[in-house]
């Protein structure tokens, strides 16, 4: 495959995601119950909180009376420092070994809240996650000792508690709200949604499979010949049958002016991989090409996977070895007719191929209108390579969201390399869903 990489238009991720609805939905879902479980595990797993609060009064002997802007604003800036002081260091470290407490300085700061609430009000609040009487206890070892502390920073401060004033808060935990339960399943669907179309897109990107015509084009460089869908669940079998006519009619069509020799026409049919249901393609096509004047024969050259008639047929090996005639091995039918593999010969070997084929193809050609050889995969053997160059050209096909374009690319190359004309590609079990705007002509339009 070239090195350069194929961009997926906005029309094609919008048909991929809408086919993959379901799972994003089911993704949506999951991680909105995985979301609503943790906030619940969560709320759940909080411990209660003790509250306790004290008051104290702090007051500047030298301060002005005058109230004005500029004044208050040093005042809480004062307040600020005195605040901090209580909560320093060397300060708790000292309220942990006198009150005998269990916390580092990191934990016992988290716990304590000093501010000031006005010019010359502080507030300090405990909070405990052991008991009422611990942030109690807390609390009015502060009290106690803030007057002793500020005034030794600031001899002019008059630190005065307010008795009284202690107020312990029952223990309290969040709830989960209405509103709280809403956010939390909204954002569990939206992470949900998001994370399941970037996995759907970065995975389609990430894809080495060809999947639309305009893919096979452009990483193969082959004009693609038709393209064949798959069936649907849910369609009904009438619709399903005007698509496969539709898709053979545009596919007959095209390898009718495919080739110049207007007398005989003769088509190699390989696929890339050996799963490709070559056998209803072949058919098809012959039932497509029929007429009461010109009449198709099918040509069963996968010696190792015979699949047109039973193996006690004679047919393709036995003419090859001189042990049955052209005209005795073909099996009459009423649209097409079919010569068979024939009885496989475990010591036939493969030069008899290249030598007795042309011989072979020639008897077709005097007979037939349509001659449609069904060789094996382009990638497994070099029959493909070795019958194509007898024929006027090969149809390749590829299975639509399996075939690889690096394996696609190596069957061209080992055909072309016999001076094998690959006339085209066929894409089979083609998914509707994802049709581009030039496939779209006739799918989109029969839904």
């Given at each position: 495959m070239e090195n350069d990489y194929y961009m997926i238009?906005?029309?094609?991720?919008?048909?991929?995601?809408?086919?993959?609805?379901?799972?994003?939905?089911?993704?949506?879902?999951?991680?909105?119950?995985?979301?609503?479980?943790?906030?619940?595990?969560?709320?759940?797993?909080?411990?209660?909180l003790y509250a306790a609060e004290a008051a104290i009064v702090v007051m500047?002997?030298?301060?002005?009376?005058?109230?004005?802007?500029?004044?208050?604003?040093?005042?809480?800036?004062?307040?600020?420092?005195?605040?901090?002081i209580l909560k320093s260091a060397d300060i708790l470290q000292l309220m942990v070994d006198t009150l005998n407490l269990s916390y580092t300085y990191d934990e016992m700061r988290s716990m304590i809240t000093v501010e000031p609430v006005s010019q010359s009000f502080v507030i300090i609040r405990t909070v405990s996650t052991i008991s009422l009487e611990e942030a109690d206890e807390i609390c009015d070892y502060l009290e106690r000792i803030a007057p002793d502390v500020i005034s030794r920073y600031d001899k002019q401060v008059n630190v005065q508690t307010i008795s009284n004033v202690h107020k312990v808060?029952?223990?309290?935990?969040?709830?989960?709200?209405p509103i709280t339960m809403l956010i939390t399943l909204v954002l569990g669907t939206v992470v949900g949604t998001c994370f399941s179309?970037?996995?759907?897109?970065?995975?389609?990107?990430?894809?080495?499979?060809?999947?639309?015509s305009d893919e096979a084009e452009h990483y193969l460089d082959r004009k693609v010949l038709g393209v064949i869908p798959k069936p649907e669940k849910g369609k009904s079998h009438q619709k399903c049958g005007e698509?496969?006519?539709?898709?053979?009619?545009?596919?007959?069509?095209?390898?009718?002016?495919?080739?110049?020799?207007?007398s005989h026409r003769s088509f190699l049919l390989t696929a890339v991989e050996k799963n490709t249901n070559l056998v209803d393609l072949a058919e098809h096509i012959a039932l497509g090409f029929y007429t009461k004047q010109k009449k198709t024969l099918l040509i069963d050259f996968n010696l190792h996977n015979k699949a047109l008639l039973p193996s006690n047929a004679v047919g393709v090996v036995d003419i090859l070895l001189d042990k049955a005639s052209f005209a005795n091995s073909v099996v009459k039918g009423e649209k097409y007719d079919i010569l068979p593999a024939g009885s496989l010969q475990e010591e036939y070997d493969r030069f008899i191929i290249e030598e007795g084929a042309n011989k072979l193809l020639k008897q077709a050609k005097e007979q037939y209108a349509y001659t449609i050889v069904i060789a094996p995969a382009a990638t497994l053997t070099v029959d493909a390579a070795l019958l194509g160059c007898q024929t006027d050209g090969v149809i390749l096909a590829m299975d639509s969201g399996k075939t690889q374009a690096k394996s696609a690319r190596y069957s061209i190359d080992r055909l072309e390399w016999a001076n094998t004309k690959v006339l085209g590609i066929v894409l089979t079990n083609y998914d509707t869903h994802v049709a581009t705007e030039r496939d779209s002509l006739y799918y989109n339009t029969a839904q």
């Open positions: 238009d906005f029309q094609e991720i919008k048909k991929l995601l809408w086919k993959k609805r379901s799972l994003i939905l089911a993704c949506a879902v999951f991680f909105a119950l995985v979301f609503t479980v943790a906030s619940y595990n969560r709320t759940k797993s909080e411990k209660e500047n002997s030298t301060s002005s009376v005058n109230n004005s802007e500029d004044n208050s604003i040093n005042q809480l800036e004062t307040l600020n420092t005195y605040a901090e808060d029952t223990p309290q935990k969040r709830k989960i709200t179309m970037a996995y759907i897109i970065i995975r389609r990107l990430l894809d080495d499979t060809i999947h639309t698509q496969l006519k539709e898709a053979y009619r545009t596919l007959c069509f095209g390898l009718r002016f495919a080739t110049n020799n207007d």
